[in-house]
T-cell receptor
Framework: SQQGEEDPQALSIQEGENATMNCSYKTSINNLQWYRQNSGRGLVHLIL?????REKHSGRLRVTLDTSKKSSSLLITASRAADTASYFC?????????????FGAGTILRVKS | DSGVTQTPKHLITATGQRVTLRCSPR?????VYWYQQSLDQGLQFLIQYYNGEERAKGNILERFSAQQFPDLHSELNLSSLELGDSALYFC?????????????FGPGTRLTVL
């Protein structure tokens, strides 16, 4: 089963509006990452927030992390049509000798111009 | 452009066939990961290599195998293909394969099994 669950599953907004996506996870984490995927293409790394951080900014992106609630949110401010994509949160799971990313189901964001 | 390259971009083949997907990590990255993305399963981890050695294995089918070569490129071999193997296969690389290191993804190989 997937570690992270995004909410909402789909979001449609007008250009210039803010978009907020939420992610919940089940186990304790070392860090949480957000990725963007344009239609059927590769995943682009957006931001990584560590478990001891509460908020992080990168350009128009703002990520918050609440480890007590096991949740994170991604805010995209002043959205643009080019932000239309799927957004995934991913947690970093430790394995015996390695590690893996565990992804949520993703939020499909559509920004209308 | 993440710096991770994957070939081919698209692959169409028939059930029962065998295919090889190729990945070149970012310059300087020692660890390679393979993921599968399908409509019903989402993004799933398959396998991790670090400097030529297998480090972690996910729910990778026995029909699938992978390796990382001395020049650090990796190949994912899929055999006895079934319709359900149709998916996007991603390769990712990280500098040291450690938890917390950013994984950079390639553009993916779209496999269609007819």
């Amino acid at each position: 089963s997937q570690q992270g669950e995004e909410d909402p599953q789909a979001l449609s907004i007008q250009e210039g509006e803010n978009a907020t996506m939420n992610c919940s996870y089940k186990t304790s984490i070392n860090n949480l990452q957000w990725y963007r995927q344009n239609s059927g293409r590769g995943l682009v790394h957006l931001i990584l927030i560590r478990s001891n951080e509460r908020e992080k900014h990168s350009g128009r992106l703002r990520v918050t992390l609440d480890t007590s609630k096991k949740s994170s949110s991604l805010l995209i401010t002043a959205s643009r049509a080019a932000d239309t994509a799927s957004y995934f949160c991913a947690t970093d799971a430790l394995m015996e000798y390695g590690n893996k990313l565990v992804f949520g189901a993703g939020t499909i964001l559509r920004v209308k111009s | 452009d993440s710096g991770v390259t994957q070939t081919p971009k698209h692959l169409i083949t028939a059930t029962g066939q065998r295919v090889t997907l190729r990945c070149s990590p970012r310059s300087g990255d020692l660890s390679v990961y393979w993921y599968q993305q399908s409509l019903d399963q989402g993004l799933q981890f398959l396998i991790q290599y670090y400097n030529g050695e297998e480090r972690a294995k996910g729910n990778i089918l026995e029909r699938f195998s992978a390796q990382q070569f001395p020049d650090l490129h990796s190949e994912l071999n899929l055999s006895s293909l079934e319709l359900g193997d149709s998916a996007l296969y991603f390769c990712a690389s990280s500098v040291d394969g450690r938890r917390g290191s950013t994984q950079y993804f390639g553009p993916g190989t779209r496999l269609t099994v007819l």
